[in-house]
């Protein structure tokens, strides 16, 4: 049986990106041939597009969990990895990204519209792509980084033209199946519609969408009932239709009341999307008033009864229908169409959000350091945290080289400025590890095995004296530990 599926929680997985490659030439002739590693492929990024052929999120609602295809590490031969493609997720018009935090992220509206909801990671660089005067043949690759992974919200706010409110069993669903070639379900028991139902409505030459919200009740917009799940399908309708049951039999109930109690619903409810300057907030759309049901004898005489009381109090147009013998349908279809025109005509021309391009300032340092309360230091930025990513830390050449990079950007500077002293645990990313201040970058090393470092080497040795020393000192006569 088909579902509509209107809010789903999808976990988006972009592609990892590919590792480097350590690799020497090698050929008979040519002992010195030099690194020729490739660089790894960049993962695929998860990209959400709209497509006109969707038109549920029903998908999601049975597979939430998306992921791209990762990277290819580089080979030898200078040979680089394969880049991940991009996965494209397919959704309705009228989508709404929020992040974790219920934030909105993009708001998608007209088909082609393309957000790029987890970015792929970048592929390592291979050592040829590392070599330098001071490192001609590097013995180390940098790792690809981590895709990113997050949890994302998907809202369905149906893109129609006028909606179509009322209490259940009002005949809002009939009007739609009258109207249009929309076939919702209808019955002669009293029930409420479980999902919106949109219909495309001719008027002459001219069409427009119709969308049936489901019944509202009172308490709606504080969660009561349906009404809070698909209240947001009105915040792109350019004009809302109460459409009033003139035959219901329920006591304390009339039309007047019965529009007081939605317009309440409707001012109690914060649109999401206070952001869009085309759409403005509900009380500022046209209204229209729809005396449903004038079949009914008692109806007719209901319909006639409050009609001018409804015009005068609320200054909206009213109309008489039955969608059973037709009458009045077709001076409101073309009444309808003239107030989405005159919505429409209304509006600030849309203009192309251009992507706003802000440099770096000259004095940025791309990294903040912080002290984390037990004598610590934490380095937060975009560069270092990358960087730590990307070091394979069993190979001590390619720790130097990140100590370098680090120097270079001035981290180290930054933790002597905030009183860092060596051997204090310092953070960076998901890596801590005790701070050991090395000979300032750009100063000429003496080269020592691939894969090492003469730095780490001395450091190596002297923590190792300093532990014997320190035993040997436990071991004399009157010290403390005896």
């Known amino acids: 049986m088909p579902r509509f599926v209107d809010r789903v929680v999808i976990h988006a997985s972009a592609g990892n990106g590919g590792h480097g490659c350590a690799s020497v030439h090698r050929e008979k002739f040519k002992p010195l041939g030099g690194p020729d590693g490739g660089n790894g492929g960049r993962g ?15 998908d999601f609602h049975f597979h939430p969990h998306v992921a791209a295809p990762s990277g290819k590490p580089g080979a030898g031969s200078n040979r680089d990895g394969a880049t991940g493609d991009d996965l494209i997720v397919r959704v309705p018009d009228g989508t709404v990204v929020l992040d974790e935090d219920g934030r909105m992220l993009a708001d998608l509206v007209g088909a082609g519209t393309r957000f790029e909801a987890a970015q792929g990671g970048r592929g390592g660089l291979g050592n040829a792509a590392l070599a330098s005067r001071a490192r001609k043949a590097p013995g180390f690759a940098l790792l690809g980084e981590k895709g990113q992974t997050r949890d994302l919200t998907l809202e369905l706010k149906t893109v129609a033209d006028v909606g179509l409110i009322g209490f259940p069993s009002a005949g809002k669903s009939s009007l739609v199946s009258t109207i249009s070639a929309a076939k919702p379900k209808i019955a002669d028991y009293p029930f409420t519609t479980l999902v919106p139902n949109l ?117 909206w147009p009213v109309y008489e229908i039955s969608t059973v013998s037709r009458d009045g349908l077709r001076p409101l279809i073309f009444a309808l169409w003239e107030m989405v025109k005159a919505y429409r005509e209304a509006q600030p021309a849309l203009v192309p959000r251009r992507p706003v391009i802000r440099p770096i300032a000259v004095d940025e340092s791309g990294f903040t350091v912080e002290t984390d309360g037990d004598g610590g230091f934490i380095v937060r930025g975009t560069r270092p945290e990358r960087w730590i990513a990307q070091t394979d830390f069993s190979n001590d050449e390619a720790v130097g080289y990140l100590g370098d990079r680090l120097a270079r950007l001035g981290v180290e500077d930054a933790l002597w400025k905030k009183g860092a002293k060596p051997g204090c645990a310092v953070t960076i990313g998901d890596m801590t590890f005790d701070w050991e201040p090395q000979t300032p970058a750009g100063i000429d090393m003496p080269l020592t095995g691939r894969g090492t470092d003469i730095r780490l080497e001395q450091t190596d040795r002297i923590g190792a004296a300093e532990r014997k020393a320190a035993r040997r000192e436990r071991r004399q006569p009157g010290s403390e530990d005896e």
């Open 44 to 58: 695929g990024s998860i990209v959400i597009v709209v497509d006109p052929q969707v038109h549920t999120l029903l």
């Open 199 to 315: 219909g495309v409505v001719s008027a002459g030459e001219n069409t427009f969408t119709v969308a049936d919200v489901p019944g509202l009740i009172p308490g709606a917009s504080e969660g009561r009932g349906l009404g809070l799940e698909f209240l947001r399908h009105l915040e792109r309708c350019a004009v809302l239709v109460h459409v009033v049951d003139c035959a219901t039999m329920e006591p304390g109930r009339d039309p007047i009341s019965d529009i007081e109690a939605l317009e309440a619903e409707l001012a109690a409810y914060t649109p999401t999307l206070q952001g869009d300057s085309t759409l403005g907030d509900l009380a500022s759309r046209p209204r229209a008033v729809v005396l449903n049901k004038i079949d009914v004898p008692d109806a007719r005489e209901l319909a006639d009864f409050v009609r001018e009381e409804v015009q005068s109090k609320f200054g």
